[in-house]
C-alpha cells in the first residue's frame, strides 16, 4: 500500500537529510562527513517536534536528543529502546507525531516513505563523492527551490549548501 492513502497530514511534514552529490547519506551507522554547522542547523529545525526514523536511524545518534521525540518506524514488534517510541507504519508515526509540525529524518527508506506526504525539505548538499553504504536518490521534479546558503570548504571540511526545498503545487 502506498503511502499517500494515509490519514491526516501533520501541519507540515518535512524531510531533513544531508546527502553528498553522489547521493551517499551514510557508511556504517555514520555520517562520512562532519559538518558542525549542518549539526547545529538540524538541532534549530527540530527542536520542540516530534521525529520520525528508521531503527537504525535512531541506532546511530549519539544518544536520545533533548528537546525532540523519537518516533522509530520498525518492522519489528518486539523492538524497544529507551526514549524511543516505535510504531510498525506511516499512519502509526503520523497518529503518534500529533498535529504540530514533524521532522522526519532518515534512513533512506523511511524518506522515501515520507517523502509523498512532505511538504518541505531541508537539505544539506555536500559537495563532493564519498565512500557510503546508504543512498538517497535526488528528489524529484515536483519540488522547487526555495532558497539556499552556500559555504565554503573549511578546516579540510568539504563545501556545502543549506537548500530548502518546497512541493510544487498543481
Keep these: 500500500m502506498s503511502p ?3 490519514c491526516k497530514v501533520a501541519a507540515e511534514l518535512f524531510l531533513i537529510v544531508a546527502r553528498a552529490a553522489d547521493g551517499t547519506i551514510g557508511d556504517k551507522g555514520t555520517l562520512p562527513w562532519h559538518l ?3 549539526l547545529k542547523r538540524f538541532k534549530a529545525l527540530t527542536m520542540g517536534k516530534p521525529m520520525i ?3 537504525k536511524t535512531f541506532a546511530s545518534l549519539p544518544g536520545v536528543l533533548p528537546g525532540r521525540r523519537h518516533i522509530v518506524l520498525t518492522r519489528d514488534p518486539d523492538w524497544a ?3 524511543a517510541e516505535p510504531v510498525r507504519d506511516v499512519a502509526g508515526a503520523l497518529a503518534l507525531a500529533g498535529d504540530g509540525d514533524v521532522a522526519v529524518i532518515g534512513g533512506a527508506e523511511v524518506l522515501a516513505l515520507f517523502e509523498p506526504l512532505a511538504s518541505r525539505a531541508e537539505l544539506t548538499d555536500v559537495h563532493g563523492e ?3 553504504d546508504t543512498v538517497l536518490p535526488r528528489l524529484g521534479p515536483h519540488w522547487l527551490e526555495t532558497a539556499r546558503e552556500a559555504h565554503a570548504a573549511a578546516e579540510g571540511r568539504p563545501a556545502f549548501d543549506f537548500v530548502t526545498l518546497a512541493r510544487a503545487r498543481g
Design 4 to 6: 499517500g492513502w494515509c
Design 81 to 83: 529502546a529507551a526514549g
Design 53 to 55: 526514523m528508521g531503527r
Design 130 to 132: 564519498f565512500a557510503g
Design 36 to 38: 558542525p554547522a549542518d
